[in-house]
């Protein structure tokens, strides 16, 4: 038994016996015999007491520690290479602990009275409380690094207190070992000038020479900050190899060379784009440039102009501030339409499903796809809520259409009409957790998607015909190229093309945002089918109570850096009077963004616009929102709008910051 076990077994009254036995010695000299037997008497029947106490005390101390010795062996002998500790789970208050746990943590007998944090911050005893015998991170004691593993014992004794038994085993060498072998593991990446096209165009080979030369020079001179190896695999497509790292300075300087390659620009003044796609973590080179693969295509469906990094399990994405350019291939349309309608050929029957509360280009798109259904004598339908939707006016004209009798069903009755022989299109959304029904989703293994907005980590996966083109102002757009290149005129309906220019007016927000020349040669091909523009702005109209609501939005938003509009309610409203206020706050001098957001049953719904350099997707995304940089949208689900407008308000600061 050592002196700090001693000292926890014999509290330390003798300093109150010699008071006493001077009692009785004081009650001799003043010739109190009586009293002075009476204070002898019960002084040695304290000491005996005492002396009992201590014997059982010893006693059972000697259990608690045979006890613990059960579970790690010659946890109490001076001479075990492992540190060990026994402490009481109540208090954490260290009991015991052999030489060689003191000799590392630094525990003397004047910390007897210590509890565990106190010797080892941060080392905190509930993994041992919830069951688990090892403890989950590393701890340090001095300049070594341990695993610490344990067990809890109950002791004998009428306290039956709890003991916790505490192992370390010092891997120091292994852990330096990995740490090296983490910090070694190969980043694959691929390195895409996105708008080479586009930079190239109508210029002398001379000058595409000189513009090569200057891309090559940026990016080799911050590749040579990664001692990696670099590589020209095609004129506008680099491979880049390097060390995980390196992979950290990478990202807190955000990959200077997004921004720093903007200052090169073609002999037009068009500035030089970059996409970076980066794969870490794999299990081989073969599989690192897999993920690297699915970066990059996961960058340009984003809109380009921004590094994506993917491990095995999630998208990191830096960048992608810049709008978008439109650099879409006819051909690609072309080709995307030949192989949707031979996939609709061999269904028995098509399934069309947008988000949730589908709007006019949800709608829209969606008739677009039952045109070419028709076109191939496939049964369709359109998988949508008819009662909380914000096309009302077009849905109750499109139900007069002999045509489309029928053609609105639920996500449970499309689930008992599908088979293995159908197949689903998704329109205007690309998140699973956004579609009107998930169950239906994952019920149909063939998945086709015609989408615009940037493209999320969480995307529709796997899909067979992928039409997302984040450059395009909305899916009837493209939904309208599908058309030019698959049926002939006669065989659109007008209802169809009304539906389809509507999508365009509301997406574009009458053609006066994310509008390219396709989409005025959608338009213009939705025209001469006989769309009326008339007809179709009476589709977003709003009712007198609508309009005043709409402006009592308006009249509630607060100025936020001078050029960004929030207006936070709180009482709920219609997302359709949401999304046109925050158009309508747009027409303000002076702001280029706006939020409007609202609770919603559980969530808290935020619609968002964008005329300026504010990327309204990137800033929606941190709080699980998504769509582009003009419009984009979020849902927060158990949150007050109070705490949503903080996040917002964080999110804003980080972007412009960053």
């Known amino acids: 038994m050592n002196k700090k076990l001693g000292k926890l077994i014999q509290p330390g009254l003798g300093v109150y016996f010699w008071v006493m036995l001077g009692f009785v010695v004081l009650a001799l000299a003043m010739n109190q015999y009586l009293i002075a037997g009476v204070e002898a008497l019960i002084l040695g029947v304290l000491v005996v007491c005492y002396w009992f106490q201590c014997r059982e005390r010893r006693r059972e101390l000697r259990s608690y520690l045979k006890a613990a010795s059960a579970d790690i062996p010659e946890v109490n002998k001076a001479d075990n290479p492992f540190p060990a500790v026994v402490i009481r789970m109540a208090d954490r208050g260290i009991i015991y602990a052999n030489d060689a746990f003191s000799s590392a943590a630094g525990y003397f007998e004047k910390m007897s009275e210590q509890t565990l944090e106190q010797v080892v911050p941060g080392l905190g005893v509930d993994w041992l409380n919830s069951g688990k015998t090892e403890y989950p991170y590393d701890v340090k004691l001095g300049t070594r690094r341990y695993r610490v593993y344990g067990s809890r014992v109950r002791t004998e004794g009428p306290g039956k207190n709890m003991l916790g038994i505490l192992y370390f085993a010092d891997l120091t060498e292994l852990y330096q070992v990995r740490d090296e072998y983490i910090r070694s593991r190969p980043v694959v990446s691929i390195i895409l000038v996105d ?13 595409i020479s000189s513009l090569d030369a200057r891309i090559n020079d940026a990016i080799n001179q911050w590749a040579e900050g990664y001692h990696g190896l670099l590589r020209r695999l095609e004129k506008n497509r680099f491979l880049f190899v390097f060390e995980k790292r390196d992979l950290r300075s990478a990202t807190e300087e955000k990959f200077s060379i997004l921004e720093d ?4 620009t073609s002999p037009s003044g068009l500035p030089v784009s970059l996409s970076i796609g980066l794969g870490v973590d794999g299990v081989s080179f073969e599989e690192d440039y897999k993920f690297a693969s699915l970066s990059i295509e996961m960058a340009l469906s984003r809109g380009g102009d921004q590094a994506v990094v993917k491990d095995r399990y999630n998208f990191t994405f830096y960048g992608g501030r810049t709008k978008e350019s439109d650099n879409r291939s006819k051909v690609r349309s072309r080709v995307t339409a030949n192989s949707l309608m031979e996939l609709i050929d061999q269904s028995d029957h098509v399934f069309i499903m947008g988000h949730k509360n589908a ?34 006016a077009l849905i109750e004209e499109i139900l007069q259409v002999p045509e489309y009798e029928g053609v609105f069903i639920s996500g449970q009755d499309a689930l008992l009409i599908c088979n293995n022989h159908s197949i689903l299109v998704v329109v205007d959304t690309n998140r699973p957790d956004q579609v009107e029904s998930p169950t239906l989703l994952e019920a149909i293994s063939k998945v086709c998607v015609v989408d615009h907005h940037r493209r999320a980590a969480d995307y529709i996966n796997p899909v067979v015909v992928n039409f997302h083109e984040p450059y395009a102002s909305s899916a009837a757009e493209l939904a309208t190229e599908l058309l030019q290149y698959a049926v002939d005129r006669t065989d659109v309906l007008p209802i169809e093309a009304k539906a389809l220019l509507a999508g365009i007016f509301l997406d574009t927000k009458s053609f006066h945002v994310r509008t390219g020349d396709k ?27 609508d309009t005043v609501a709409k402006y009592q939005i308006i009249k509630s938003a607060r100025i936020y850096r001078q050029e960004i509009a929030i207006a936070a309610l709180n009482a709920t409203t219609s997302r359709v009077l949401a999304a046109q206020a925050a158009d309508e706050l747009l027409n303000i001098s002076g702001l280029t963004a706006s939020f409007v957001m609202y609770p919603d049953g559980d969530q808290i719904i935020v619609s968002a616009r964008s005329i300026g350099k504010a990327n309204v997707q990137v800033i929606l995304e941190r709080l699980g929102g998504g769509g582009n940089a003009a419009t984009a949208g979020a849902q927060i689900k158990n949150s007050t709008v109070k705490e949503v407008l903080d996040r917002l308000m964080a999110s804003i600061d980080q972007f412009y910051e960053a």
């Open 359 to 392: 709007d006019l280009d949800a709608v829209g798109a969606a008739m677009g796809i039952c045109c070419l259904c028709r076109k191939k004598g496939v049964p369709f339908n359109i998988v949508l809520d008819v009662e909380h939707n914000a096309a009302e």
């Open 261 to 264: 390659i903007h200052e090169i």
């Open 519 to 545: 989409t005025f040669e959608a338009a213009a091909y939705l025209r001469q089918l006989g769309a009326e523009p008339v007809e179709v702005k009476k589709l977003l109209q709003n009712d007198f109570q």
């Open 195 to 207: 708008n080479y096209e586009e930079l190239t165009k109508n210029i002398t080979e001379g000058a």
